[in-house]
């Protein structure tokens, strides 16, 4: 069975500063890998994801995720962060072979100082 | 505008009483799924429906039940047997193609249940 870990539970980083936050997975097949964002009391808001070919991939919102296979990892990233970024992020870790279904990390609580 | 509604946005239960949470979607999407979220915890799956008339037990499916009589619709019930049922449930959904990678699922903004 696919599992999903994130080892922060919250990072606070000043507006501006860059941002990396952490996932790493355990799936014995191909991983397809999704970064998702939660304002608080809202649905999740789909990032970026990854499939297959380029193992660095563009998201909305200026983020970036790369895929590592050798390090299992799969770890968001941001160059400059702005207040609005202040969210709860998943990782999660797809398999189309059981209906698609998401396995979700634990969630990173992102706090951004002024 | 396409999306995936969800009501009502907040919901009380009694003691020993059966709720139901609502999910539409009119994106034409095959597959829709149930989560359910607690404090500090990311998201379990409790069930998904693949096609109309047919859906699967997620991670932790006690005490609660679904049907999907039509493609757009998903609802959830939280029955008395679900002990602890406090905690905020997202409705997903996604295409289902035959011979796809993986399908993307989107969110809606999601119910939160309270129990008196």
């Known amino acids: 069975a696919q599992s999903v870990t994130q080892p922060d539970i919250h990072i606070t980083v000043s507006e501006g500063a860059s941002l990396e936050l952490r996932c790493n997975y355990s799936y014995g097949a191909t991983p397809y890998l999704f970064w998702y964002v939660q304002s608080p009391g809202q649905g999740l808001q789909l990032l970026l994801k990854?499939?297959?070919?380029?193992?660095l991939v563009q998201g909305i919102k200026g983020f970036e995720a790369e895929f590592k296979r050798s390090q299992s990892s799969f770890n968001l990233r941001k160059p400059s962060v702005h207040w609005s970024d202040a969210a709860e992020y998943f990782c999660?870790?797809?398999?189309?072979?059981?209906?698609?279904?998401?396995?979700f990390g634990g969630g990173t609580r992102v706090l951004v100082k002024p | 505008d396409g999306g995936i509604t969800q009501s009502p946005k907040y919901l009380f239960r009694k003691e020993g009483q059966n709720v139901t949470l609502s999910c539409e979607q009119n994106?034409?999407?095959?597959?829709m799924y149930w989560y359910r979220q607690d404090p500090g915890q990311g998201l379990r799956l409790i069930y998904y429906s693949q096609i109309v008339n047919d859906f699967q037990k997620g991670d932790i499916a006690e005490g609660y039940s679904v049907s999907r009589e039509k493609k757009e619709s998903f609802p959830l019930t939280v029955t008395s047997a679900q002990k602890n049922p406090t905690a905020f449930y997202l409705c997903?959904?996604?295409?289902?193609?035959?011979?796809?990678?993986?399908?993307?699922?989107?969110f809606g903004p999601g119910t939160r249940l309270l129990v008196l």
């Open positions: 990854y499939f297959s070919g380029d193992t």
């Open positions: 997903a959904s996604s295409f289902d193609r035959a011979g796809s990678q993986q399908e993307t699922q989107y």
């Open positions: 994106l034409n999407h095959d597959a």
């Open positions: 999660a870790v797809g398999a189309r072979a059981a209906g698609n279904k998401l396995t």
